[in-house]
């Protein structure tokens, strides 16, 4: 006879994390739900299902020690697949995600944790709402090399602007709504410092369009390399844990250990500034150049502070 | 308090309500007109389609997780 495995329900899953949440703050950890499930809350519903969890890189020790005793279903969670970097605050502050998963497979009970938001411009402790992370924070991280993130990039946006956040002309990806409201901008030119393409909507600019396409295109690239780069970066320290052939029925804490050890010898610590942030940047226009309108660079952002977080 | 990006003076109401119908019509061209309807729900409602949803994809084998490449897109 075959055990099917009966997934937990959404409703479960979300009355389960939101529950984590609360109890990593009454710990005291600074931590936030953030993409899908944030999204969901903001009003931009999607079909998800993980959980993808922002917590405060200096309190990863606390919350590895919440997670080993947070049962789901009677299990305890347990480090899912080679590539999980240590939840451990050394690597946590280079950008590193942890992945989790509660027994028994097929349960759908995913939970991804990183310190560094991806792309954050400022610090995302400081705009929590709720259980989640704020709409700012969470519309600069859907700024992926996946064209499905994108109207969920501009409609986080549109909900700051309804909110009375001006920042939510940042995030206003769709050519129909910069066209026309982009002269009802109230600060343009600090916005227009941020993101140069505000003054070809606040006039209506027929180059508006190749514009935005560029700018889309640039964020594409730009995951592009960054992604690149930790791939490159995380191969010997796979290798290593896969050798170590660790038993799946080892408890939270063991795998830890083992994945530490792996990673003090295999993982640098933050492959991103090894690398250099301004050659990654340098690498994404060179990229975008080759397949854009030359004019349309002009009116690209300045993104290191996107990545200034990311910095030691 | 006034929160991070928070600006005093918002738009002018005018502004807002054609603002407000034009973020609407933007929902119906990204997202169809279902899920704009379910974008404008009030949150236990939407959270409720949304479960349905997602619950109903799990049960026809859909599945929701990402692969674990250790950095976040």
Known sequence: ?312 | MKKPGQSKKGLPPAVRRKLRQAIYDFHVRAFGEEMARVNHLPLAARRRYVAEMVDHATQKGVKFDKPALGVTP
């Not at chain 1, 479960?12 to 949440?21: A, I, N, Q, R, T």
């Not at chain 1, 998800?48 to 969890?53: A, H, R, S, V, Y």
């Not at chain 1, 992926?144 to 700051?160: E, H, I, N, S, Y």
């Not at chain 1, 640098?268 to 940047?281: E, F, T, V």
């Open chain 1, 1 to 312: 006879m075959v055990n099917k495995v009966m997934p937990f329900s959404y409703a479960e899953l979300e009355k389960f994390y939101e529950g984590m949440v609360r109890r990593a703050r009454s710990r005291g950890i600074p931590c936030a739900i953030t993409s899908g499930m944030a999204c969901v809350a903001f009003g931009v519903s999607g079909a998800t299902k993980d959980c993808d969890l922002l917590c405060a890189p200096d309190w990863a020790g606390e919350l590895l020690d919440l997670l080993g005793h947070l049962r789901l279903g009677g299990h305890l969670p347990g480090y899912r697949g080679n590539l999980t970097a240590p939840l451990d605050a050394r690597w946590f502050r280079g950008g590193w995600t942890s992945h989790f998963e509660w027994a028994p497979a097929g349960s759908g009970a995913y939970l991804d944790i990183f310190g560094v938001a991806p792309r954050g411009s400022s610090p995302w402790v400081a705009e929590i709402r709720g259980f989640y992370a704020g709409l700012h924070t969470v519309a600069e991280m859907k700024r992926t090399q996946r064209d499905k993130d994108w109207p969920f990039v501009t409609a986080l946006g549109a909900k700051m602007l309804q909110a009375g956040d001006e920042r939510g002309w940042l995030h206003i990806f769709d050519e129909n709504l910069l066209r026309t409201f982009g002269a009802a901008v109230k600060e343009p030119e600090k916005l227009c410092l941020r993101r140069p393409l505000l003054e070809l909507a606040a006039t209506n600019d027929p180059r508006l369009r190749a514009a935005l396409r560029a700018e889309i295109e640039y964020w594409h690239e730009l995951d592009r390399a960054r992604l690149g780069i930790y791939e490159k970066a995380v191969r010997p320290y796979m290798v290593a844990v896969r050798k170590a052939g660790l038993s799946p029925a080892a408890g939270l804490v063991e795998q830890h250990g083992l994945r530490v050890k792996c990673a003090e010898r295999h993982l640098p610590l933050n492959p991103l500034h090894d690398y250099g942030i301004p050659r990654m940047i340098l690498e994404a226009r060179e990229a975008l150049a080759q397949i854009i309108q030359p004019a349309a660079m002009a009116w690209l952002p300045n993104v290191s502070e996107h990545f200034n977080l990311s910095a030691p």
